[in-house]
């Protein structure tokens, strides 16, 4: 049976809403945790600055030491709740594409993991992104290209058309 499931994509792709479509369609209940749920939880004096995580002005982010440190510990963290018989859905933006990706699957080892990429026209999620007001504007073009590079994936949704309820399905379709 699937343990984890890594929703990566670019700010604003819809991997949030995908996560919560697929809480409610999966029989069984699932954690959903994100990078947003890392950053939250740091203190704010890393949240602006050179050591933690940064957001540039053009929608650029900066990771440094200490962000890499703690992002090392919240991965294994995330995989001893699986190993311990949580099911999650990770909702991850991989900056460093398949680096970020190695990192997770070391973490993961031998959990059933179902890899998803979550596309979005980069328009599209820049008007997202407009429309939600809490992200630096930039980002999710930014983002758009660059965290799917060197990936691989067991399937791929894209949110340009479909809604989050209809990738959720897709994707709920394979999990063993």
């Known amino acids: 049976m699937t343990e984890v499931i890594v929703l990566n994509g670019g700010s604003s792709s819809g991997k ?33 600055s050179d050591a933690g995580i940064e957001f540039a002005p053009d929608g650029q982010v900066i990771v440094g030491p200490e962000f890499r440190a ?20 990770v909702d991850e933006v991989f900056l460093g594409g398949a680096d970020s990706q190695k990192r997770w699957q070391k973490a993961l080892g031998e959990l059933r993991v179902l890899w998803v990429g979550v ?21 999710a073009a930014s983002q758009a290209d660059v965290v799917h590079r060197g990936m691989a994936y ?19 379709a394979h999990v063993s």
């Open 154 to 172: 067991d399937l791929e949704v894209d949110t340009t058309h479909a809604e989050s309820m209809e990738c959720a399905r897709t994707i709920a």
């Open 70 to 89: 703690l992002e090392a510990a919240w991965i294994e963290g995330v995989a001893a709740m699986a190993r311990a018989g949580a099911r999650v859905i």
């Open 16 to 48: 949030s809403g995908i996560a919560r479509c697929l809480q409610a369609v999966l029989p069984d209940p699932c954690l959903a945790l994100g990078t947003d749920t890392l950053v939250d939880a740091m203190p704010a004096s890393l949240q602006a």
């Open 119 to 139: 596309r979005c026209d980069s328009a599209v999620a820049a008007g997202r992104e407009v429309a939600r007001g809490d992200r630096v504007i930039g980002m």
